[in-house]
């Protein structure tokens, strides 16, 4: 398959995710950490074994190059990343990646990149490394793109954080 040539044969790595968010702030490539990954990063209680970005769209080469000392590898081309609005970036690590420039929630509100990249906060995860998350009132947006009973766990998480927050 496309894929399996694409990623190649996958090995076990030692990931190291602080190196690997300061390689992404390095690259320059716009992408927001979204899904559970990003409530992790906020302290929220929650359990994830992937990572989920929403990526813009000119960027998918700068952020594969990011990811390929890591051992993580697309599984589709970026003409083809482009044409699905996804794909994904693996090895031992899954990390999902969207590139569509708007997404409808479930109820159809359009949630454009654009606007979400604006309202972005950078989070610092420790001394000179930041990740680039949506605010709390738009994490909850990408949350109502599926609201699978976990996204609606994390909705009623992320308002409590934004009530204590008081915004």
């Known amino acids: ?10 090995q076990g790595t030692d990931f190291d995710e602080l190196a ?6 390095g690259c320059g490539a716009r992408a927001l950490l979204i899904g559970r990954r ?29 990811a390929t000392p890591f051992g993580l590898a697309p599984t589709h081309r970026p003409d083809e990343a482009r044409r699905r609005g996804r794909y994904v970036l693996e090895n031992d690590e899954h990390m999902d990646v969207l590139v569509a420039r708007s997404v409808a929630t ?26 680039q998350l949506p605010s709390l009132a738009d994490l909850i947006l990408t949350k109502r793109f599926a609201s699978r009973p976990k996204d609606l766990e994390d909705i009623r998480l992320l308002e409590i954080l934004r009530q204590e927050d008081g915004l």
Request: net charge negative; aromatic share 12%; hydrophobic share 50%.
């Open 1 to 10: 398959t496309e894929a399996g040539r694409l990623a190649g044969t996958m």
């Open 20 to 25: 690997f968010f300061r390689a992404l702030e």
């Open 38 to 66: 990003a409530l992790v990063v906020l302290g929220l209680p929650v359990l994830t074994a992937d990572y989920d970005f929403w990526l813009h769209i000119d960027d998918i080469e700068t952020f594969n190059q990011a």
């Open 106 to 131: 479930i109820d159809g509100e359009p949630v454009t990149f654009a606007d979400l990249w604006d309202r972005r906060q950078a989070t610092g995860l420790t001394d000179g490394v930041y990740v």
